[in-house]
């Protein structure tokens, strides 16, 4: 069986998209999705995501791991699965849609050929906790944030790893920043679990380091410019003492190749 699909990248990272509304795909079938993920011998990306039907919304988000499983909230993720469900017709302008932490809201900015600026809603964050080394919350995924003052002196695999599984954040881990903080504009590089290495963006990460930043700064500023290795993104939000609502990350969203796969 050959089923369709299409390659997206958010900032640089990279994810199979599928429309899965004919259910084609086992969700369950990691070792499917793992290969399709794999660099050499698949067609290659951070992770792979099923757009498929829902009744509370206009689509369900299903994101995956690029080791096959299935993940918790993807940003990047969230704004290529808007820009694909609006290049196959099923939305327009506006959607609502439902991915594993709940409702998120997107909004087409601008759509030209393979190019879309993607506006997207994050979850509140209510808590988060402070230590010695950084802080550790949830944007739809979990994220240790440490603070440092040259980001591109990181060595972020090593460093990654060591946070990664910290027994601090066992048994399922979490992915890890590396931010450099200039004002409201941050450099932020990070490690991500489930694809367990340095990925050129990551949407929830980048959305936490700005959240940490508001914090550990104590300034007041509730935009920030992110840069990563694979681009810049935007983050706004409110804040009433530590708690952040109104949470939006926007970038862009790109279509880098469509083709076919026999499974």
């Known amino acids: 069986m050959h089923i369709n699909f299409a390659k997206y990248h958010g900032a640089g990272n990279d994810f199979i998209l599928i429309d899965n509304r004919g259910r084609l795909i086992n969700p369950t079938d990691n070792n499917l999705i793992a290969n399709l993920c794999h660099r050499h011998f698949g067609i290659g990306a951070d992770g792979l995501i099923l757009l498929e039907n829902s009744k509370e919304a206009d689509f369900r988000m299903v994101y995956f791991n690029a ?147 508001a914090i550990f700064t104590g300034e007041n500023f509730t935009n920030y410019e992110v840069l990563s290795p694979g681009g810049s993104l935007q983050v706004s939000f409110e804040k009433v003492t530590e708690v952040f609502t109104n949470i939006i990350l926007e970038g862009p969203a790109e279509r880098s190749f469509e083709g076919s796969v026999k499974v």
Not at 81 to 105: C, N, P, W, Y
């Open 67 to 213: 080791d096959g499983y299935e993940g918790t909230m993807c940003g990047n993720g969230g704004r290529c699965v808007t820009a694909f469900a609006h290049s196959i017709g099923l939305i327009k302008e506006q959607t609502r849609f439902i991915a594993s932490d709940g409702i998120h809201m997107a909004k087409v900015l601008k759509a030209q050929n393979a190019y879309w600026l993607v506006r997207l809603s994050l979850s509140d964050v209510t808590s988060f906790q402070k230590f010695d080394d950084g802080y550790f919350l949830n944007t739809g995924s979990p994220h240790f944030v440490k603070f440092v003052d040259d980001a591109e002196s990181i060595d972020v695999i090593p460093e990654g790893k060591r946070y990664r599984w910290d027994e601090r954040f066992k048994p399922e881990g979490t992915n890890v920043n590396f931010v450099e903080v200039n004002k409201n504009k941050l450099i932020v590089k990070t490690f991500e679990r489930g694809v367990e290495d340095h990925t050129l963006s990551c949407g929830t990460g980048i959305t936490a380091s700005a959240l940490a930043a």
